[in-house]
């Protein structure tokens, strides 16, 4: 047994010397060319797939700075105003400062609520998330500038916004930076290379690396209630990828090797997500830009003169007057028998609050105009309805012949008479045209 690892061992001894003599040739070949070598480490050093794309849209990513009306009269400093040094965002995978202001506040004033980036799209046009944008008295893009110490600052508005695939285009007059190339998200493939450019924590212009993980991902991006009060779960298809995304990276671009626009980061998971003791790591979610492309179309027809300060449909803000005209001439009916929704179900959202619809004359104006019966009319001109009078003040403030436009929520189901609610109804808009209707009670 001995003799045995003895001329084994000699065995590898002579073969760890013909390796030494293989080393020893293959460096002296190398010595005889010391100028293709110094060229091989030079190019090495200095080529990347990455390199000439970041150079070609880096200048494109902008800071988008959102700015709201506080009031606190509390006192406490700025304590409560920045979680404790983290960024707000880090408890939802947002990234998104805090919405608390500093904390010192004693009146109503405009203070920055947070910071995301964004994306140039058009000439004078940039792309964001929505909820970067949500609920702004007043928005701000901020370029930085080479050999600048404080960024160029231009005023922004919003041209068009889609809430729940939680994109919005803004309008910023006087932008000159250039546009970047919009790609097809559509032909992505699992594993190719990506970058990512946003200012995650006041990092500006971050560049981060990676492939994409995974592509057609349903995630479940939010849960909102909307201006009728019914909650909606919003999800979205959505692209996964390694490339990291922090706080402040929402809005930015996520770009291919040839510098397209092939997504925008949204939003990255956290462990407590999960649970307190998950570990996460390089899970990111991007928006696809073919999903984008139709708000960024309706951004750039969208009129822009009278700008948009907030990320709310202004058309939205419309509202009838509620005032008795002097000039009726009888009393106009819409032909229907109503009254106010209520129960479990309004007031855990699964349905909106509004006007039920029980009966619906036949040849009334609301039948001509196509209001069924179990319809919830929820919006009359502009004007949210919560109860039977809101509808009866907007109808008595108008004549004969004039016109209506109404918004239900359908859902075709008796919902007094039936204990399985629908979650699957949708909003319809309707036109109707007031008539004299006397054996009608409404």
């Known amino acids: 047994m001995l003799k045995k690892i003895w001329n084994r061992k000699n065995t590898l001894g002579y073969i ?17 060319q010391p100028a293709q070598a110094a060229d091989s480490v030079m190019t090495a050093s200095t080529s990347s797939p990455f390199t000439e794309a970041i150079a070609k849209v880096k200048d494109s990513v902008v800071g988008v700075n959102n700015y709201q009306l506080v009031r606190n009269n509390y006192g406490y400093g ?19 400062g805090s919405p608390y202001g500093n904390g010192n506040q004693d009146s109503d004033r405009e203070v920055k609520y947070g910071s995301g980036s964004g994306v140039v799209v058009a000439n004078e046009y940039v792309m964001t998330n929505y909820h970067v944008v949500d609920g702004a008295s007043s928005l701000e893009v901020s370029v930085e500038r080479e050999g600048k110490s404080d960024p160029d600052l231009f005023k922004a508005t919003v041209a068009a916004c889609d809430q729940d695939l939680d994109v919005a285009v803004l309008y910023v007059p006087g932008l000159d930076l250039a546009p970047v190339a919009l790609g097809d998200s559509d032909s992505l493939q699992v ?28 995630i479940n991006t939010d ?3 909307d201006r009728y009060g019914r909650t909606t779960n919003v999800v979205n298809t959505m692209i996964q990828t390694d490339a ?4 402040g990276n929402s809005g930015g671009g996520m770009f291919n090797l040839n510098g397209e626009l092939v997504g ?17 790591e390089s899970i990111g979610m991007c928006i696809p830009v073919n999903d984008a492309k139709a708000v960024i179309e309706k951004g750039l027809n969208a009129d822009t003169s009278a700008g948009v300060s907030s990320s709310q449909d202004s ?13 009726l001439q009888g009393r106009p009916r819409m032909g229907v028998i109503v009254t106010t929704l209520s129960g479990a179900a309004v007031q855990n959202g699964i349905l909106p609050r509004g006007v039920y619809v029980t009966e619906v004359e036949s040849g009334s104006p609301a039948e001509q105009a196509g209001l069924q019966p179990y319809d919830i009319i929820v919006e009359a001109n502009g004007t949210v309805l919560t109860t039977t009078t809101d509808l009866t003040s907007i109808i008595g403030s108008l004549k004969e012949g004039d016109q209506v436009a109404l ?34 009670a409404q």
């Open 16 to 32: 760890a010397l013909a390796l030494a003599c293989l080393m020893v040739g293959g460096l002296l070949g190398t010595a005889a």
């Open 78 to 96: 700025n304590g409560y105003g920045n979680s404790f040094g983290f960024p707000w965002s880090d408890f939802f995978g947002y990234g998104y």
């Open 191 to 218: 594993g190719e290379l990506v970058f990512n450019i946003g200012n995650p924590i006041g990092f500006n212009k971050t560049v981060t690396a990676g492939i994409i993980s995974g592509l057609n991902r349903e």
């Open 223 to 225: 849960t909102h209630t």
């Open 244 to 247: 990291a995304i922090n706080s």
């Open 264 to 280: 925008i980061p949204t939003l990255k998971y956290t462990g407590s997500r999960y649970s307190s003791s998950a570990t996460v």
């Open 315 to 327: 058309s939205a803000q419309n509202s009838a007057s509620g005032t008795v005209r002097n000039d």
């Open 407 to 440: 918004k239900v929520y359908r859902t075709g189901v008796d919902l007094y008479n039936t204990t399985d609610i629908p979650t699957d109804g949708e909003y319809v808009d309707l036109t109707l045209t007031l008539a004299i209707v006397d054996a009608i």
